[in-house]
């Protein structure tokens, strides 16, 4: 019996780890998904949701303001109105070795 929930236990940590895995390469990867987590995030924020829908709204609307976008230090090129932070290089590069 005692076996039977650790496995239980075992399955929910790793189902867990692959789906937080799956969300994290899907933001980096497919820019709609972020598209799609706004409208989760807005969904989960609405009034009358439980506090752990709050949380988990409050935690993904964290994620896509700080992933960048307008106002963000990385520019955003959504808008395009933020300019890149990050200063392009339009001269030769030079590579060194050390001695």
Known sequence: MVTVIFEV????????????????????YVPA?????GALADKLLT?????????????LHGQLSAAGG????DGCGSCKGCAPSKP????PEIFRTKV
């Open 47 to 59: 009034p009358g949701r439980s506090a752990p829908a709050r949380w988990l709204g409050k935690k």
């Open 33 to 37: 998904s972020k598209r799609l987590q």
């Open 9 to 28: 236990v075992q399955g929910v940590i790793v189902a867990i780890v692959v789906l937080t895995a799956l969300l994290m390469a899907l933001n980096k």
């Open 70 to 73: 307008c106002g963000s230090d």
């Open 88 to 91: 392009t290089h339009s001269g």
